[in-house]
């Protein structure tokens, strides 16, 4: 997300405004791109789970106190490498092993949501903190679970039980009507501190979303069980469950980012840890000033994804970029921080 070592705390009473763009993509199956146009096209890789997070904000700031509102786009999905492997050949018309054995497991949240914030900003000896309290309103909605084992007797021919329990505004699965809007809201905090712990190590913590939750009013819900048997004519499965309007909270985790810096005679020497849908994504890097203090250029290194991020960030304005493909539309990881303050 934003760079933690530049961030700039009020010191003084004068106004100000703030505008930020944080997005982070990671979907090591197929590409973004192939997973945002639905195609699935292209190299496949084992892996269980992808995510986008992006937020978007403004605010107008005087002394300790910034003001604004927010934007955010959220999926997050966890998934068995069998599901990934049956997803892929069957969006890509490719023939599914035969009699094998799957064990099918998808878990989704998924909302777009957006609201006022207000942020506190201060400092304590070498401490500077800053807390924000976030209030969300959203009508997209898409949180459930699929579970199950099926058979792949023949290409053409399943067999087995999956199990379907899931909440949203728009039913992709059984195509149910949902003519009513939905309405969910809910808060979340975030916690930024910066801790200049020795004249040369400087650790930055930025914990996003703590008790992010949507409260969502009598929303539409299936639970279902399908059952495809070695007996069934023409293939014909059963389908048998509820589907309800329910009060529901949606619940999100939360979002770590860890990040450490020690001086060197030559410039900084950073590592840190981006901890998002309960996957983590160290790196390491170096970052050097550009033009006397007037910015820093950074570049840094994702082992574990291949990424590799550059940025340039200054007092009032930061862009940083990370990808692990030289195309865009190959990258399996994205990264793009901006932010403007003056």
Do not use: C
Request: no cysteine; glycine share 8%; net charge negative.
């Amino acid at each position: 997300m934003l760079s933690l070592s530049n961030n700039v705390l009020a010191d003084n009473s004068d106004w100000r405004f703030e505008t930020s763009f944080s997005s982070y993509s990671n979907s090591e199956v197929v590409s973004i791109k192939s997973i945002a146009d639905d195609s699935w096209k292209g190299d496949y890789n084992d892996a269980d789970s992808l995510f986008t997070t992006n937020r978007a904000d403004m605010g107008v700031g005087y002394g300790n106190w910034l003001v604004g509102g927010a934007m955010r786009y959220d999926y997050f999905g966890h998934f068995s490498k069998d599901t990934g492997r049956f997803f892929f050949l069957d969006k890509n018309n490719l023939s599914q092993p035969d009699n094998t054995d799957l064990d099918i497991l998808l878990d989704v949240e998924h909302t777009f949501a957006s609201g006022p914030f207000i942020q506190y900003n201060n400092s304590y000896k070498s401490l500077d903190y800053s807390v924000r309290l976030n209030y969300w309103q959203s009508d997209q909605v898409l949180s459930g679970r699929v579970s199950g084992q099926i058979n792949t007797m023949t290409n053409e021919n399943f067999v087995g039980q999956l199990d379907f329990d899931y909440y949203y505004e728009e039913d992709t699965i059984f195509d149910r009507e949902t003519p009513d809007t939905m309405y969910g809201d809910g808060y979340s905090f975030d916690i930024e501190l910066h801790w200049q712990a020795l004249p040369d190590l400087n650790i930055a913590l930025d914990i996003k979303d703590i008790g992010y939750a949507l409260n969502w009013d009598r929303v539409y819900h299936t639970q279902a069980t399908l059952i495809r048997g070695e007996g069934k004519k023409n293939n014909e499965a059963s389908l048998s469950g509820i589907e309800n309007d329910l009060d529901y909270k949606q619940r999100f985790k939360e979002q770590i980012y860890l990040q450490v810096d020690y001086q060197t005679t030559y410039g900084k020497v950073l590592a840190g840890n981006d901890y998002i849908n309960s996957t983590h994504h160290w790196y390491a890097g170096f970052k050097i000033p550009l033009w006397g203090d007037l910015a820093d250029a950074s570049i840094s290194v994702y082992p574990e994804t291949k990424a590799i991020k550059v940025g340039i960030e200054g007092k009032m304005i930061g862009v940083n970029l990370g990808l692990n493909k030289s195309q865009l539309n190959d990258a399996n990881t994205l990264i793009l921080n901006m932010y403007f303050k003056y």
